[in-house]
């Protein structure tokens, strides 16, 4: 779990408040969804379904675009659709299937389908935040922003409406996020890194593979470009901030 963090120290009230929030049915509230796609929105779905069972209100910002969305669907899901330039089309064709060779390879190819579906989300996100209608409505409506770790944004809204946000994650290639935004205690000589197809009863040669592996992630895997979206939320908020800084403030994540 990842708590909010404030001048260093952890803010222990503002994450209980905030999990009692979500997951009390005695408080409801009304939570925002900035949601992702394909299996990471799978993942957020079961979350979703059991907060509205416990009585909270769950609206989903969602795309003109968005493949897994239907505007017609009676789920008790609110869906908050907004206009984008893009198409399905466009966003299907960004994921299209890789060749499971090498991991090297693998991971090569996957790092160039991510940083263009990010290319993507971030059109998203400018769309959302430039259209003041849209943003006049969300304003004040509120109480928390549920979002996925691997889909930036979340984080930005929650800044701009002054209101907690929570991560919803499967994991991230290299746990990225989990080890360096989460804190996550990941001894590279006991676990093996997601999707190496390395079990956690390793070789002294696996443990080393391992290793190198973690090394990669660390240095050379780039989930997104993060310039650009440091430029774009220093551009929205009118101030020098990395996206990462925003991903620090997390109050928790599931």
Request: aromatic content about 14%; proline content about 4%; some cysteine.
């Amino acid at each position: 779990i990842a708590l909010h963090q404030d001048d260093s120290e952890m803010d222990f009230s503002s994450s209980a408040d905030t999990s009692q929030l979500l997951f009390s049915s005695g408080s409801c509230g009304k939570v925002l969804v900035w949601a992702a796609e394909y299996s990471h929105w799978m993942n957020m779905k079961t979350i979703l379904k059991e907060l509205v069972q416990r009585g909270h209100e769950v609206t989903v910002l969602a795309s003109s675009a968005s493949i897994l969305f239907d505007p017609n669907d009676s789920s008790t899901l609110k869906l908050e659709v907004y206009p984008t330039s893009l198409t399905k089309t466009e966003l299907e064709n960004i994921t299209m299937q890789i060749p499971k060779d090498t991991f090297w390879l693998y991971f090569s190819q996957e790092q160039e389908i991510m940083w263009a579906y990010n290319n993507i989300i971030r059109n998203f996100c400018k769309d959302v935040v430039s259209n003041k209608k849209l943003m006049k409505k969300l304003q004040a409506r509120f109480d928390i922003i549920f979002a996925d770790a691997s889909f930036p944004c979340g984080e930005l809204l929650a800044e701009l409406f002054n209101i907690p946000f929570v991560y919803s994650l499967r994991f991230t290639p290299g746990y990225t996020i989990e080890r360096h935004s989460g804190g996550l205690i990941f001894p590279p000589s006991y676990i093996p890194i997601v999707m190496s197809k390395l079990s956690d009863q390793m070789t002294f040669m696996e443990r080393v593979k391992n290793m190198i592996y973690v090394i990669y992630f660390d240095f050379w895997f780039q989930m997104c470009d993060m310039k650009k979206w440091d430029q774009f939320y220093s551009e929205v908020l009118g101030k020098n901030l990395f996206n990462r800084e925003l991903e620090d403030l997390t109050y928790l994540c599931l």
